[in-house]
């Protein structure tokens, strides 16, 4: 019962993320974490279409995390692949989900549940139309990571 509780708190959290900037977003999609516990070796793929090379382009990073989550950071790794699987970047990434010093959580909370989306990359122009892969992983000392719940991706065009 309370799995399935979780399941639908997470559910509408990610609704409510999505339900901003939505004439402008060409993809967005969030993985439940197993266990909310994120082991360093399971990257998270995600795969979008760009049509128009013409225009730029903003991916932010979406992150649910629990109340309990030990850190007030989140490092992650993003390597983004062409159509003929080229990496096009690849950087680590460190999010704040709290605080430095109070603590207090960042983000969009529903009881000790907080969402956070962050831009991660900014300006991004695709050189030819495709479909092209982004791949997180997180890199935390500590493996497998308790508290992250969900991570995902959003692509949208730049204004």
Known sequence: MIKQLLYFITLLGFISL???????????????????????????????QITDTTKSYQVYFNI????????YNLYVNATLLD??????????????????????????????LFDHSALAIKNL??????????????????????GIMAVGIKVVVAE
């Open 83 to 112: 159509p003929d699987g080229q990496k096009l970047h690849n950087k680590l990434h460190e999010m704040y989900l709290m605080d430095k010093k109070t603590g207090e959580p960042l983000g969009k909370g529903a009881g000790d």
């Open 18 to 48: 999505s339900a901003c900037d939505t004439s402008n977003r060409i993809y967005e999609q969030n993985i439940d974490i197993e266990s909310n516990n994120w082991r360093i070796n399971d990257a998270k793929e995600f795969r979008f």
């Open 64 to 71: 649910r995390n629990a109340l309990f989550y030990e850190y």
């Open 125 to 146: 122009h695709f050189k030819k139309p495709g479909t092209y892969t982004l791949k997180l992983t997180q890199y935390m000392r500590k493996n497998p990571l308790p």
